[in-house]
């Protein structure tokens, strides 16, 4: 009985541990988590483009305006050319501070453009709407813009906002952008498209994307070593984890910065994705 009692004792002490260090300890903190992405469509001019990702912040869940911060400054260090946010700025189930993120955001320093896309939980959306562009964010739900540097042949980025919206209506958008860019003998080397659930990419006709950056699985908040996720939220059931290739697209998926539902993160850090694009 003794023994039974000290076993008990023991796993129960064990539990509270891991408990208390995935909810206090795992979700501070900031990884980043550097990729490669190469692609013979990118031109010399391009050759080193760096663009860095963040996702799901879900501000005032466990980030708030000290975390936020400090991701800005870590951002910033990387001197990126491009950042994205893939949804889930805010959160409709908590209360936020409109002017103290758009007092964070508005620091990020990017040299070709900031662009931002909802997500499933960016409501109201006009509070999002507003904090996008107060925050000097350009705003690509369902829009799309030209990147150009040192060159005149342009990228396209293009994002699907989170509204609701049969995907295949947005999907015929994108083909409008090109049809009215075609018009103005404009023909973008390297497309970049911007979705908040990756399981959305199965809708798509990813011959027109060369790079989709994701958001919205958190890459399943828990992971356990061997086993990955032990769980991830509807529009991340196929694909959740950091990286697929699918035929000639890359799909990069960011594993957030805040957490959703529960408070917890393991094996997992909130982490922001950076990009170099080269084309060798």
Sequence with gaps: MKKIIITLIIIILLISSILLYSRFIATKGLKIKEYKVVNTKIT?????????????????????????????????????????????????????DK???????S???????????????DLPLDD???????????NLDN?????????????IISGIGYDGEDVGIKTEQFDKYISELKADDIKPIYSILLVHEPDMVDNLDLNKYDLVLAGHSHGGQVRLPFVGALYTPD?????????????NTDLYI?????????????FNKP??????????
């Design 99 to 105: 002017d103290k993120i758009i007092n964070c955001l």
């Design 254 to 266: 960011s594993s957030g910065l805040g957490t959703s539902m529960y408070k917890f993160r393991l």
């Design 271 to 280: 982490s922001i994705n950076f990009y170099r694009i080269t084309n060798k």
């Design 235 to 247: 529009g991340a059931k196929n694909y959740y984890d950091e990286y697929y290739k699918l035929n």
């Design 128 to 138: 999002f709407n507003y904090i996008v562009k107060e925050s000097g964010f350009t």
């Design 143 to 155: 829009n799309y813009d030209l990147i150009y540097y040192k060159s005149n042949e342009p990228i």
């Design 44 to 96: 010399d001019s391009y050759h080193g483009l760096k663009i860095v990702h963040l996702s799901d912040i879900h501000y005032g869940s466990t980030i708030s305006e000290k975390e936020l911060n400090n991701i800005v400054d870590k951002i910033n260090e990387i001197k990126p050319d491009i950042v994205v946010l893939t949804g889930d700025l805010i959160d409709d189930r908590l209360s936020f």
């Design 107 to 121: 620091k990020i320093e990017a040299n070709l453009g900031k662009y931002a896309i909802s997500g499933n939980h």
